[in-house]
């Protein structure tokens, strides 16, 4: 089995694996907490929202019933079990195929921009990341949960070991480093927070 690499090679690992991704990941979301994770940072998302790579919608339900949702993937067949997600949630949420490092949205079209657990799958996600900040107005929020590479070397050292062995099972690159690429994409960074052994990050930036 290859690592998943072009864009081509990452949407046909998630299509393939959409029906299954909830169980496959459960345990591991579980063990981090991102459940929790993602309630606290979602509470800062306001107005219309965009979350990019919203894979099955496990961030919907924990939205402010006053977001005004859209919603985009690459998968079409995560799409397809957020759209049943959403609908048993009984939110009214636009769903369109789209690709993150090229949104088809006007500049400063969203109060907030959200995305979780991405960065590691984007071919090239400091693109991903400053079109993030382009469709944001400016006084708008980036809220992003991500997870990288342990600030403990043991840890990291281990992740490294086994990054290509993770890739090829489910098309992430743990070992990436979220804040070096908000920050490479140019964005103004308001809050950041690692948890897990320096794994877990939640941030919120800005559009410089």
Known sequence: MTVPRSKAD???KYDGMAGRYNLVETPYELL????????????????????????????????????????????????GVARRHAEGLGRNIAFRTMDAEALAFPDRS???VVSS??????????????????????????????????????????MDHRADKHARRVGCRWNRHPLDIVQQAGLTLIKAKRTFLGIM??????PS
């Not at 960065?119 to 949960?145: K, Q, S, Y």
Request: net charge neutral.
């Open 110 to 112: 969203f109060d907030t």
């Open 10 to 12: 990452i949407k046909a």
């Open 117 to 158: 657990l991405s960065l590691c799958t984007f071919p090239n996600p400091v693109a991903a990341v400053r079109e993030m900040a382009r469709v944001c107005r400016p006084e708008g929020r980036i809220l992003l949960l991500e997870h990288g590479r342990s600030d403990h070397e043991w840890l990291g050292q281990w």
């Open 201 to 206: 990050h939640q941030i919120e930036a800005q």
């Open 32 to 79: 981090l907490g991102i459940k929790n994770l993602r309630r606290q940072l979602l509470q800062g998302a306001t107005g219309k929202v965009l979350e990019i790579a919203v894979g099955t919608g496990k961030n919907l339900s924990h939205y402010s019933k006053d977001c005004e949702i859209t919603a985009v993937d690459m998968s079409t067949g995560m799409l």
